[in-house]
């Protein structure tokens, strides 16, 4: 069993859609918590990072870490075209080094 | 500020032959990654550096793969021979060591190897 377990997707939606992305990790040590976008033939981009429990906004994105059930999650509000790409969760424990999930790509029709 | 610079961008090579993979981190970043990413997966941790020395090179397949940072700043990864299971996207990162942005890492745009 993998330590980080990602939602396989693909998932479409049409644009202004709300969409969810969850992963869930079986690494009790497992801090901090991130969510990158990798589009197309590029390196991943980090979005939002999260330490411990609790929820974290960034405009449109809303990152949310239950560590007793061992989720996160990534909402995307009002999702645009330019939303799409493949989305990366990732968790580290205090050493530093990321395990990262395998991806879920997302497409968000006009 | 500049990104992570990575060279060849792309890569053909034969089954059984080497190559070698480039990376200039972020200036001022003191932590350098290597990963592996096959098509369809997450990426997966090769080997990390601290300035110039090895902080995990665990899933590093040390009897076909090396890597190396001189002077803390750039970093070379290479793979001799090559197997075509090798064919996948091999992303740089690197990361700042300031407390907790330490978990924040830029990536490069990768080299795509392709073996035949």
């Known amino acids: 069993q993998k330590e980080v377990e990602q939602d396989p997707g693909p998932l479409s939606v049409p644009e202004g859609a709300i969409v969810s992305l969850n992963c869930t990790y079986s690494?009790?040590?497992?801090?901090?918590f991130m969510w990158y976008r990798q589009y197309s033939r590029k390196g991943p981009e980090l979005l939002m990072y999260?330490?411990?429990?609790g929820n974290k906004e960034d405009g449109r994105f809303t990152a949310q870490v239950d560590k007793s059930s061992k989720y996160i999650s990534l909402f995307i509000r009002d999702s645009q075209p330019s939303d799409s790409a493949t989305y990366l969760c990732?968790?580290?424990?205090?050493?530093?080094?990321?395990?990262f999930g395998d991806g879920t790509t997302l497409t968000v029709k006009p | 500020e500049a990104g992570v610079a990575q060279s060849p961008r792309y890569k053909i090579i034969e089954k059984r032959q080497s190559v070698a993979f480039w990376c200039n981190p972020i200036?001022?970043?003191?932590?350098l990654y290597w990963y592996q990413q096959i098509l369809g997966q997450g990426p997966k941790l090769l080997i990390q550096?601290?300035?110039?020395?090895?902080?995990?090179d665990s899933q590093l397949p040390k009897d076909r793969f090396s890597a190396e940072r001189l002077k803390g700043v750039d970093s070379t990864l290479k793979i001799q021979p090559a197997k075509l299971e090798d064919s996948a996207v091999y992303l740089c990162?690197?990361?700042?060591?300031?407390?907790?942005?330490?978990?924040?890492?830029?990536f490069g745009p990768g080299t795509r190897l392709t073996v035949t």
């Open positions: 990162a690197s990361s700042s060591n300031q407390g907790v942005t330490s978990y924040e890492q830029y």
């Open positions: 690494n009790s040590a497992f801090q901090y």
């Open positions: 999260t330490y411990s429990s």
């Open positions: 990732a968790m580290s424990g205090y050493a530093g080094k990321s395990t």
């Open positions: 200036s001022g970043h003191a932590t």
């Open positions: 550096f601290q300035n110039n020395g090895v902080v995990d």
